[in-house]
């Protein structure tokens, strides 16, 4: 058992590297082409390693699953809102805000999907997880406004990082979707039929510029998309459904607060500068975090 739960440990800890690295090099991927264009290559590439791992863990029984129409439809809406708009919010913010201030942002989405739940499931939330949601989004503030009190009174806020907002904002009412209405669909399978529906969103609105552009031959996009599309996404969703299935959703969950320390660290050999403000704002936001899942575990 203990062998079993430290290869889960292992295997979170290099999902959460993967999900970090890909906020450096899907900007990299975006010099050659456009959001919606290096989405529709990532999740080629994604799908195709989901179907062979499904394939290694089901066999031909993977052409068997049946699903009824509400499941497919609810499926749909969970592709639509936690990947196609999630991604392309992704891509789009990442194009004019830095990797650091998306991740940081983004670390917010526990505590989102938590306000979700509240709302519209009605779930009750304790004194402290409420508290530790203001604390969490008073770093979001900070980090929003660079620290500058009159840009939050003035709403004068980067275009990018309201792009990386409204995916933390469209993630987290895709996990309400799945917790509400998919609980019982196999996670493997459903974020592979996810994610085919999600490359067929993206080739649609990517056709226009596949017929009037060249496929890019440069080494650096090549490496970015298949990095991000076999590893920060195929291995990445497989390996953190497995973990949640042995350590469970809290403790798995928690993990995600390394993907905001993973992004710094990795700003460094991606040249990509680091602010104080940036640090204070993180800080919170991570302090927050801790706080809403211990109390959620206990």
């Not at 805000?97 to 304790?126: C, D, E």
Request: aromatic letters at 16%; one cysteine or more; a positive charge.
């Amino acid at each position: 058992m203990k062998m079993k739960k430290s290869i889960a440990v292992a295997l979170l800890i290099s999902t959460m590297l993967f999900w970090a690295v890909n906020f450096h090099v899907v900007k990299i991927a975006m010099e050659y082409y456009s959001p919606v264009g290096v989405a529709a290559y990532r999740f080629f590439f994604g799908v195709v390693s989901l179907i062979l791992i499904m394939y290694f863990q089901f066999g031909k029984k993977m052409l068997a699953f049946r699903f009824t129409i509400k499941e497919l439809w609810f499926m749909f809406l969970t592709s639509f809102f936690g990947i196609f708009l999630t991604i392309y919010f992704f891509n789009l913010g990442l194009k004019s805000t830095s990797a650091v201030n998306g991740s940081l942002i983004i670390a917010t989405s526990p505590a989102i999907t938590a306000m979700f739940t509240y709302f519209l499931q009605k779930n009750i939330l304790s004194a402290i997880q409420k508290l530790a949601i203001v604390i969490s989004f008073v770093g979001v503030a900070i980090i929003l406004s660079k620290g500058d009190l009159r840009t939050l009174v003035e709403l004068r806020f980067s275009i990018g990082d309201i792009y990386i907002l409204g995916m933390a904002l469209v993630f987290s009412l895709s996990q309400v979707i799945v917790s509400k209405y998919l609980p019982h669909v196999d996670a493997i399978e459903m974020t592979t039929i996810t994610s085919l529906i999600a490359l067929i969103l993206f080739g649609l609105f990517a056709l226009p510029e596949f017929v009037s552009s060249p496929i890019p031959t440069g080494l650096a996009f090549w490496g970015s998309i298949l990095f991000m599309g076999i590893l920060g996404t195929g291995i990445a969703y497989s390996a953190f459904y497995y973990c949640v299935v042995r350590l469970g959703a809290t403790t798995s969950t928690l993990y995600m607060n390394l993907i905001p320390l993973f992004t710094v660290l990795l700003a460094f050999p991606f040249g990509e500068r680091i602010y104080g403000i940036q640090l204070v704002g993180g800080l919170l936001i991570v302090i927050g975090l801790l706080v809403f899942g211990v109390s959620k575990k206990r």
